[in-house]
């Protein structure tokens, strides 16, 4: 991904809780000379050495995995809030933009099979179900129903690089980057106002 020194994201903390909010992502890789991409959820965990992670599954109808035994290179793409910038908004003529928050994550990949795929599962649909009545637990769930799990193939990525980039108007002088947010704050669209949140936490 391009990122231009300004809007260049370093701050590990930051990047962590955005791929823990953003966790549905596009996993992207070379598979018999064509390029696929599967959306799913990706889970930023670490393995048993401590090194950082990402966990997910595919089903086995998708022929997306049948590289993964070779520990292939693969590109995880996680997209944040983002919202048209309109030129008008400046106090000088310029052109229109587009701010946004993205990250790109590097890794090796290799499937994960046994207690360790089980223990993945059950992390996802904890992380998931936290916030209903009734919970579904993995634990709880009948010997029938867990043999779907024979249809997924579970795999983890090693991280190798996290590329992580926060365009959000930093190269405006204060008085356009206030306007740009007063004009988003009066969008009723949840991603521009998330991003004129962003935009005025930078400039605190």
Do not use: C
């Amino acid at each position: 991904m391009y990122i231009p020194a300004i809007f260049k994201n370093e701050n590990q903390e930051e990047i962590k809780h955005f791929l823990q909010e953003n966790s549905f992502g596009i996993l992207i890789n070379q598979n018999e000379g064509r390029i696929d991409a599967t959306h799913i959820p990706l889970e930023l965990d670490t393995n048993k050495e401590g090194k950082p992670i990402l966990q997910g599954h595919l089903s086995k109808e998708n022929p997306q995995w049948k590289s993964f035994a070779n520990e292939d290179l693969v590109l995880a793409i996680f997209s944040g809030p983002h919202t048209y910038i309109s030129s008008s908004w400046y106090d000088h003529e310029n052109v229109p933009t587009w701010n946004y928050i993205a990250v790109h994550v590097y890794g090796k990949i290799k499937i994960i099979e046994g207690e360790a795929a089980i223990e993945a599962l059950k992390k996802l649909v904890d992380k998931y179900e936290r916030n209903s009545v009734k919970p579904v637990r993995v634990e709880d769930l009948s010997k029938k129903t867990m043999m779907q799990t024979r249809g997924i193939v579970a795999f983890e990525i090693e991280i190798t690089e996290i590329q992580a980039k926060r365009k959000l108007s930093q190269n405006r002088d204060d008085k356009n980057h206030q306007n740009i947010i007063t004009e988003l704050e009066k969008n009723e669209n949840v991603q521009a106002n998330t991003i004129a949140k962003e935009m005025a936490k930078d400039r605190k």
